[in-house]
Nanobody
Framework: QVQFVESGGGLVQPGGSLRLSCAASGSLFRFYDMGWFRQAPGKQRELVASITRGGITNYADSLQGRFTISRDNAKNTGYLQMNSLNPEDTAVYYC???????????WGQGTQVTVSS
């Protein structure tokens, strides 16, 4: 089963940017669509962006074009570029792969993103 290690989070001021990375184990990553999720304190985990194995992207409407998802199948790695961050983006960010609409990888530890002045 595919496992993930997320990295790149941290503390950033409002308006700042971060680039998250998601390293997948094994060699199956390239055969699946993948997504980035986030979970804020007291809230359910939500999907923020997804990318098909062929590179077609989709984003949550609430992001208003601030985030960009990408992937490098040769490196078994996914990325999430986050710009114009605001405090509402504070959450633990996770990645996973999809089979249809179901996530099929093992959830990693995630990476904490905190947006605060």
């Amino acid at each position: 089963q595919v496992q993930f290690v997320e990295s790149g989070g941290g503390l950033v001021q409002p308006g700042g940017s971060l680039r998250l990375s998601c390293a997948a184990s094994g060699s199956l990553f390239r055969f699946y669509d993948m997504g980035w999720f986030r979970q804020a304190p007291g809230k359910q985990r939500e999907l923020v962006a997804s990318i098909t194995r062929g590179g077609i992207t989709n984003y949550a409407d609430s992001l208003q074009g601030r985030f960009t998802i990408s992937r490098d199948n040769a490196k078994n790695t996914g990325y999430l570029q986050m710009n114009s961050l605001n405090p509402e983006d504070t959450a633990v960010y996770y990645c996973n792969i999809f089979s249809g609409v179901v996530t099929v990888g093992l959830w990693g530890q995630g990476t904490q993103v905190t947006v605060s002045s």
